[in-house]
């Protein structure tokens, strides 16, 4: 038991914030992927969402294909084509598994996102858009200050699902090597025979890592949510 | 018809693996949405210690990664002992062998890790849609069978399950095409499903770029027919029969 516990002490540095010379790395690399991923996923869902919702048929068709293929493939599937088959030589991208991670994240998030915000975007009651264009807003001020905004605010809850369940999806960049909490404790595994008492403790202990962010997380946003319901919307709008 | 770069062995190779996919996500799917409907029936059941089991099980596998799942499963579990031990009760037994000849696996043991935790994943969020389904139920229906003298088994197979499925069996559709594409995560456990069938061509030609967008194709072709499977399911058992 001592032995398990002095291992894991002894990796702890590595797990959290990677090893030295490789950081940021860890859990710690894994919360940076996530946050950047689903910032990152956004700016490109607006877009996606809009031309899902455009008039001009040819780029519906481009936005739905956009949407349907990231979602419709595994992300593991996903990182392993950014990385070897557009990021790697044969374009003469030669991306890091860390720029190919990102950009696989990113496109990911996205589609998921621009599925969100068009439904959302499709919630927005027509007597709030009607009153903003009544009140003399420009096309642009009324997409972004009452659209957009209407859309993201009721549909938060799926959002903050949306980007906790990307933080535990990062655990699959694994597979092209970047060193996030799962490599980390690959690696410190290693191959050493002598390390096979500890698998389970060290795979145990990130799964604790993982669930206490992920329980945590989600808690706070369930409780933010209560504080905040969609019902109310309304009426803040109508007294700023 | 087909491009040069598909050769036969190739070819049969990549048919071998996308059968196995298949058939773990028939069988795991299936295996999910049991488990799922009982932890979601047994945290509503006001029996605490079930109610707290569930719980348990719901909160544990919802908040772990798939992939932490299945290397838990797969590596870490069969190192707990040592290696004479770990022989025969994991890769050296009569029923791992029967399985192997059955079903042409080298290692059935990554296999049939892989497929525990992908069941234990998918039916924690299954056992929340499910609980959230039978909550939609109207109070009317529900009283309306105890009125009638329904004992509690008769109400959860008469009233309980078929509608609380067919509520929430939208979003269970969802959450089963996303069990689909996390088969692939099993390729990572050495399991020879497609997605590794589709590594393993790589390997061999160093065409990454070509089986990669084949694998994508095929993985969209299969979530296609999965989603229009389960609408027929829908409308077959769930709306016409109710």
């Known amino acids: 038991m001592n032995d398990h516990i002095s291992f894991l002490i002894e990796k702890l540095p590595a797990l959290l914030f990677g090893f030295s010379g490789q950081r940021p790395g860890g859990l710690f690399l894994s919360l940076i992927l996530a946050v950047l991923a689903v910032a990152a996923g956004f700016c490109l869902a607006v877009p996606v969402s809009g031309a899902e919702r455009s008039r001009w048929r040819p780029l519906r068709w481009c936005a739905v294909a956009y949407v349907e293929f990231f979602r419709g493939i595994p992300l593991i599937l996903l990182l392993v084509l950014v990385h070897q088959g557009v990021g790697g030589v044969r374009f003469g991208l030669n991306w890091s598994p860390r720029t190919s991670a990102m950009v696989a994240l990113a496109l990911y998030s996205s589609a998921y996102q621009a599925e969100i915000l068009r439904a959302g975007l499709a919630a927005v009651p027509q007597e709030l858009v009607e009153s903003a264009r009544l009140m003399g807003s420009r096309p642009r001020q009324v997409y972004f200050l009452v659209k957009l905004r209407y859309a993201i605010r009721v549909m938060l809850p799926a959002f903050t699902g949306q980007a906790i369940s990307l933080f535990k999806d990062t655990s699959v960049v694994v597979v092209i090597g970047v060193a996030e909490v799962m490599t980390v404790a690959r690696m410190a595994l290693g191959a050493d025979v002598t390390n096979a008492p500890y698998w389970v403790t060290m795979y145990s202990f990130v799964g604790i890592l993982y669930f206490a962010l992920a329980f945590t997380l989600s808690r706070l946003s369930q409780r933010w949510e209560r504080r905040s319901r969609p019902s109310d919307l309304v009426h803040s709008y109508f007294s700023y | 018809m087909t491009p040069n770069w598909l050769t036969p062995d190739l070819l049969n190779l990549l048919l071998q693996g996308l059968l196995l996919t298949v058939v773990l996500t028939a069988v795991t799917a299936a295996l999910a949405l049991i488990l799922g409907v009982a932890a979601g029936t047994m945290r509503i ?36 002992f040592p290696a004479e031990l770990r022989r025969s009760i994991f890769f050296d037994n009569a029923f791992l062998n029967w399985l192997n000849s059955w079903s042409g696996l080298s290692l059935p043991y990554y296999t049939l890790a ?31 069978a105890r009125t009638l003298g329904a004992s509690r088994l008769k109400l959860f197979w008469t009233v309980l399950l078929p509608q609380g499925l067919r509520t929430s069996f939208p979003a269970i559709s969802t959450r089963l095409i996303h069990h689909l594409k996390n088969t692939a995560l099993a390729a990572f456990v050495a399991t020879p499903e497609f997605f590794h069938s589709a590594q393993t061509a790589i390997t061999r030609t160093f065409l990454a770029l070509e089986f990669l967008m084949l694998a994508a194709i095929v993985y969209l072709l299969l979530a296609f027919a999965f989603s229009g499977l389960l609408r027929w399911v829908e409308k077959q058992w769930l709306v016409a029969g109710g």
């Open chain 2, 114 to 144: 892989a497929g525990v935790a992908l069941v234990l994943n998918t039916s924690a969020y299954l056992a929340e849609l499910f609980r959230a389904g039978v909550g939609a139920i109207p109070q009317q229906h529900v009283d309306a």
């Open chain 2, 45 to 80: 059941s006001g029996n605490r210690f079930a109610a707290g089991l569930a719980v348990l099980h719901v909160e544990t596998h919802r908040n772990l990664p798939a992939l932490v799942l299945m290397i838990i499963w797969a590596f870490a579990l069969p190192n707990l």
